[in-house]
């Protein structure tokens, strides 16, 4: 089993392959400086398709390499928090306007229901879930992404996308199994590729949120509030080595590409 953490700048990509050799991809950014895009990423690796495909955030930055991966692989299943319409996402993107990738993911959403035919994937040695506000109850994108909370071998990951302080705190108060999810992760990538209001203090403070291991997907500092690596390195419990050095905190600004690899029982990241 593997997970990949792709260095798609400000942006979002990942890819888990189970023991079986089925594939989870979460969100599809691209990396507009290296030209890094999903599809074009598999199609190289002899792969031609995708069982699922979960897109966390209505943003452009987590589905802009869409149309690169929908033109090189085919698709099993959407995963997505569907109390947003295709409808609602256009709705919700008319006042900035709406890039190619979102653009893509409204026509793909408007012609899928779960995986069509196709029975849900088996994803061996893998726990799934997800979690997410209601529309209307948020009509911000952010406050609508979806968390997605995996089990792989021992080791929990919290993908919560873009979500902000109220909307960890809507979910906290409504559902006991996303509480125990917060409590259970072991490494949390961070809210809106680390930016101030992604922080939920209370998942930390009340709810026993305590990874070994956070990963902050962006680029270089666009903007202040991205500066919270020491916020977070002091939530963090470490890992003894990840390239030769005990770290709290990961980046793909700084690290790149990051890698878990699961043998046997163990784990590794590089």
Same mark, same amino acid.
């Given at each position: 089993?593997?997970?990949?953490i ?6 979002a ?20 400086t290296?030209g ?19 897109i ?14 929908i033109a090189?692989?085919?698709i099993?299943w959407?995963?997505r928090?569907?109390? /947003?319409?295709?409808q ?10 709406m ?15 779960g ?8 994803f061996?040695?893998?726990e799934?879930?997800c ?6 109850s948020?009509?911000?994108?952010n406050?609508?992404?979806? /968390?997605?909370?995996?089990?792989c ?18 979910l ?9 999810? /917060?409590?259970?992760t ?7 590729h680390?930016r ?17 291991l ?6 270089y ?17 470490g ?8 770290r709290?905190v990961?980046t ?6 990051i890698t878990?690899n ?7 990241v590089?």
């Open positions: 089993m593997q997970l990949e792709f260095d798609v700048e400000h942006g990509c990942a890819l888990l392959t189970a023991d079986n050799g089925t594939r989870l991809m979460i969100d599809c950014g691209h990396n507009a290296t890094w895009k999903p599809g074009t990423y598999l199609i190289n690796k002899g792969i031609r398709y995708l069982d699922m495909l979960a966390t955030n209505y943003d452009e930055d987590h589905a802009s390499g869409l149309p690169n991966l090189n692989v085919d099993g959407l995963w928090n569907k109390s /947003v319409t295709p609602t996402i256009t709705t919700l993107k008319s006042e900035y306007g890039g190619k990738g979102i653009e893509t993911l409204v026509n793909m959403a408007s012609n899928y229901c995986g069509g035919s196709t029975a849900s994937p088996d061996t040695g893998v799934r879930q979690f997410y506000n209601n529309y209307p948020f009509d911000d994108e406050n609508l992404s979806m /968390v997605v909370f995996l089990k071998n021992g080791i929990n990951f919290l993908f919560p996308g873009d979500i902000e302080c109220a909307g960890w705190l809507k906290l108060q409504d559902d006991p199994s996303f509480r125990r999810a /917060v409590a259970e072991t490494v949390l990538i961070a809210s809106h680390g101030e209001n992604g922080i939920c203090q209370e998942i930390f403070d009340v709810h026993g949120c305590k990874p070994q956070i990963i902050i997907s962006d680029d500092h666009q903007y202040n509030t991205q500066k919270t690596v020491n916020y977070y390195a002091s939530k963090a419990r890992i003894e080595n990840f390239r030769g050095y005990p709290t990961l793909t600004r700084k690290d790149g590409d878990f699961f043998n046997q029982g163990s784990c590794s590089y």
